[in-house]
């Protein structure tokens, strides 16, 4: 349920009216927009009357909300949702440009990748050093060191970075990494999802492979509901029977999840393509559609990746895809 409370009520009448309503045993979320404070009632309200909050004098109006995903809901929430990491700003009229390899592979590969994309103008450094693989006889990922290898590279270009964790064990080595990525496999990990909710860390969540958008807000709840309204949501493709990709993206999914979320949300391109050609137009695509923000595997030697090299763009390709999608937003402005 929420309760929409009228504009410039004093601090201390609403507190009165917060506080009435925890002692009916509900949690009050609020969220404070540029005219009006929303206080979202979390719990069972199936026993409150709402004729009564109704007739409040400083009370506007008071709606049920019937969708389960409650504080990922724009019902919630009417405002974009804007998280910071650093200086970058990620939703509302803000654009990211996450560019990265697929894995970490070495020090001279991550740090010279992350000079290249920065210098095309990417403001977050994305790179696995935990990888999902589908075969364990492949590259699993430098891991702890790939962390280290990372922090290297933010170093040398001030690039935040972003990469995944899997296992809630490995959770200490994720301290000092800016951005962390539920990568799509563990988008229903819920123990996972719960304990990164009591981090205070920007969490950006992948769509899994056959999950629906009421899945993934669903997941992005799990996140929430343990406090941490930090979370970027990041469709990537889903399983279909489109035969000649390696996913079928979903773009309807940007303007739909805008509709029901006020999270922001990116497109991941690369793992929804599998190819490296599709992904300048899909990308493009991503930009004309509403997404906030593209996070794209970029590699200086595909030919020789450890992962995922056919979907990586060259330096020079990523800098001439990164220009379009500039030309794109300039036109929609
Ligand atoms: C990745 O971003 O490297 C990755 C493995 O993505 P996904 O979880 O979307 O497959
Ligand atoms: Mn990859």
Not at 138 to 158: M, N, P, S, V, Y
Not at 163 to 179: A, G, H, K, Y
Request: aromatic share 4%; net charge negative.
């Amino acid at each position: 349920m929420i309760v929409v409370v009228k504009p410039n009520v004093s601090d201390e009448r609403q507190n009165q009216l917060i506080d009435w309503l925890k002692g009916m045993g509900l949690g009050v979320h609020i969220s404070t927009g540029e005219f009006n404070t929303v206080l979202g009632l979390i719990g069972d309200t199936s026993k409150v009357d709402i004729d009564l909050i109704e007739s409040l004098d400083i009370v506007d109006s008071v709606k049920r909300v019937t969708e389960t995903f409650k504080q990922c809901n724009r019902k919630f929430h009417p405002e974009d949702t804007v998280v910071e990491v650093g200086d970058v700003k990620i939703g509302g009229g803000n654009f990211a440009m996450i560019a990265g390899p697929c894995s970490v592979e070495s020090e001279e590969q991550i740090v010279g990748i992350a000079k290249a994309v920065k210098a095309s103008g990417a403001n977050l450094l994305r790179g696995g050093a935990f990888k999902p693989r589908t075969s364990p006889y492949d590259f699993q990922g430098l891991k702890a060191e790939g962390i280290d290898l990372l922090k290297i590279a933010r170093q040398e270009t001030g690039l935040p970075i972003v990469t995944e964790i899997m296992n809630l064990r490995d959770l200490p080595l994720f301290d000092d990494v800016d951005v962390l990525q539920v990568g799509a496999r563990n988008m229903q990990n819920f123990d996972l999802l719960k304990e990164l909710g009591k981090t205070d860390k920007p969490i950006l969540l992948k769509r899994g492979l056959a999950n629906t958008l009421k899945e993934l807000l669903m997941s992005a709840e799990y996140i929430m509901s343990e406090g941490n309204d930090k979370v970027i949501l990041c469709e990537r493709g889903i399983r279909t029977y489109s035969d000649y990709t390696r996913n079928t993206l979903d773009l309807s999914a940007v303007p739909m999840l805008h509709e029901l979320s006020h999270l922001p949300v990116i497109v991941d391109p690369s793992h929804a393509t599998g190819i490296a050609r599709l992904v300048p137009p899909m990308a493009c695509a991503a930009a004309a559609c509403g997404a906030n923000g593209l996070i794209i595997e970029v590699h200086n030697d595909p030919l020789h990746a450890l992962c995922d090299g056919a979907q990586s763009l060259r330096p020079e390709e990523y800098t001439a895809l990164a220009k379009k999608v500039e030309k794109i937003r300039e036109a929609l402005a």
